[in-house]
């Protein structure tokens, strides 16, 4: 059964999101938007990105990633969850299908170092969270990135094993430092096969 939802009459009324739209506004006025890559909408920079949703982990910021530069997935921990093979694959068999001349792209995994991801580690809260959610208490245990080197190698190896995924595409690991503002590569890229 569907949760009602209300308007949030709150003060002023006004949405966080409402805010920004001059900036929005501002954006649509460059023009900035016109240059885009056309289907399959490979992106310019040949990348698709796996990292945190830690708002101090954006590509845009510390890569200097720009519309139309590179596709971002964001995930708690940037981990490599089902869902994110689910669309890597996607995309892959995107290219193979409309373009399969390539060019392919890197799927760059990026995990990094103080991440949220690691509060569960403490069990106590992992438990709350499963009993309110009804998640898999292992799976979440599986799920921070403790050392940040480790996780994206272990997320590097299973799109690479994801029979799913095309073999054409290259896949890297990269560890991002929240106390430096520098990405360091753990993983080189490598394909299937090669
Ligand atoms: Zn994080």
Same mark, same amino acid.
């Given at each position: 059964?569907a949760?009602?939802?209300s308007?949030? %009459?709150?003060?002023? /009324?006004?949405?966080?999101?409402? $805010?920004?739209m001059?900036r929005?506004?501002?954006?649509?006025?460059?023009?900035?938007?016109?240059?885009?890559?056309?289907?399959?909408?490979v992106?310019?920079k040949?990348?698709y990105?796996?990292?945190?949703v830690?708002?101090?982990?954006?590509?845009?910021?510390?890569?200097?990633i &720009?519309?139309?530069d $590179?596709?971002? $997935?964001?995930?708690?921990?940037?981990?490599?969850?089902?869902?994110?093979?689910?669309?890597?694959?996607?995309?892959?068999?995107?290219? @193979? $299908?409309?373009?399969?001349?390539?060019?392919?792209?890197? =799927?760059?995994?990026?995990?990094?170092?103080?991440c949220?991801?690691r509060?569960?580690e403490?069990?106590?809260?992992?438990?709350g969270? =499963?009993? %309110?959610? +009804?998640?898999d208490?292992q799976?979440l /245990?599986?799920?921070? =990135?403790?050392?940040p080197a &480790?996780?994206?190698?272990?997320?590097? /190896?299973?799109?690479?094993?994801?029979?799913?995924?095309?073999?054409?595409?290259a896949?890297?690991?990269?560890?991002?430092?929240?106390?430096?503002?520098?990405? @360091?590569?753990?993983?080189?890229?490598? %394909?299937? +096969?090669?």
């Amino acid at each position: 059964m569907a949760r009602d939802a209300s308007p949030i %009459r709150d003060g002023d /009324a006004m949405s966080n999101i409402s $805010a920004l739209m001059e900036r929005n506004r501002a954006f649509a006025r460059s023009g900035a938007w016109r240059n885009t890559p056309r289907l399959p909408f490979v992106p310019f920079k040949d990348l698709y990105i796996i990292t945190c949703v830690d708002p101090r982990v954006d590509p845009a910021d510390f890569l200097g990633i &720009e519309c139309g530069d $590179a596709i971002v $997935a964001r995930t708690l921990g940037g981990r490599v969850i089902d869902a994110v093979i689910r669309d890597l694959s996607y995309i892959a068999y995107l290219v @193979e $299908a409309k373009a399969p001349e390539g060019p392919y792209f890197e =799927a760059a995994v990026i995990h990094h170092t103080d991440c949220g991801s690691r509060l569960l580690e403490d069990s106590e809260l992992r438990h709350g969270f =499963a009993q %309110r959610t +009804g998640y898999d208490e292992q799976e979440l /245990a599986a799920l921070p =990135a403790t050392v940040p080197a &480790e996780t994206v190698r272990a997320d590097v /190896a299973k799109i690479l094993n994801a029979p799913q995924v095309s073999t054409r595409i290259a896949v890297s690991g990269h560890v991002y430092d929240t106390a430096s503002g520098l990405l @360091e590569t753990v993983a080189e890229p490598v %394909r299937i +096969g090669s």
